[in-house]
């Protein structure tokens, strides 16, 4: 049975991608089989054969050369995916996604499935990321840009997280910024201490 962890964040262009493919590469350094799931994927490109093309897919695979990747949705629109699937006619499904995922993890030793945005994004009118998670009864493990405001952010996601009887893993504070400060050091101290017991790092 593989281990399935789901990536999520605090908001939007935090680190996902980049948490997820450090991930993917130190598994692949130490000989886990690891793979990298995209579950949707927005601002796609067409590819060569046609079909588009997941950005976050190509990281995976640049950044660990012999690991397994793989893009569930693709839509070409860069916004939210309920939004994106509407402007291009199309309908994410529910039982369609949680199937391939499904079928997917059973390719892998250990999976790092990676969101869109945050908990709340719409992936349909009724339907979000974090009912995606609770559908796959996934561990989660919480990408929060380290910057001034976060902790709300943060806070608020953890709260979600546990109201759903969904378990926290693991918190990544990503310095988005540089130089670490006063601010981004409390930053650290807060979100670890609401944790209460969740593994909190900082990049």
């Known amino acids: ?6 990536i999520t964040g605090s908001d939007t262009d935090i680190g996902k991608t980049y948490v997820t493919s450090l991930l993917l590469g130190a598994f692949e350094t130490i000989g886990v089989d690891a793979q990298g799931i995209k579950a949707v994927q927005t601002g796609c490109v067409p590819g060569g054969d046609g079909r588009l093309l997941a950005p976050d897919f190509v990281r995976y695979l640049e950044t660990a050369k012999t690991s397994k990747a ?10 939210s995916p309920h939004l994106a699937a509407r402007l291009e006619n199309r309908r994410i499904s529910p039982k369609a996604i949680i199937r391939d995922i499904q079928a997917l993890v059973k390719k892998a030793e250990l999976n790092l499935i990676e969101g869109a945005g945050g908990l709340l994004v719409p992936l349909s009118d009724t339907w979000t990321v974090i009912d995606l998670i609770a559908a796959l009864r996934c561990e989660v493990i919480l990408v929060v840009g380290n910057r001034l405001g976060c902790i709300n952010h943060a806070l608020l996601s953890i709260e979600a997280i546990r109201t759903r009887g969904l378990k926290l893993k693991a918190i990544v504070m990503n310095n988005l ?11 650290i101290r807060v979100i670890a201490k609401a944790a209460n017991g969740a593994f909190t790092c900082r990049l």
Do not use: L
């Open 1 to 6: 049975m593989s281990a399935n962890y789901f």
């Open 70 to 79: 793989a893009a569930v949705e693709c839509f070409q629109t860069p916004c």
């Open 177 to 187: 910024y540089g130089a670490q400060n006063e601010i981004t050091e409390d930053n």
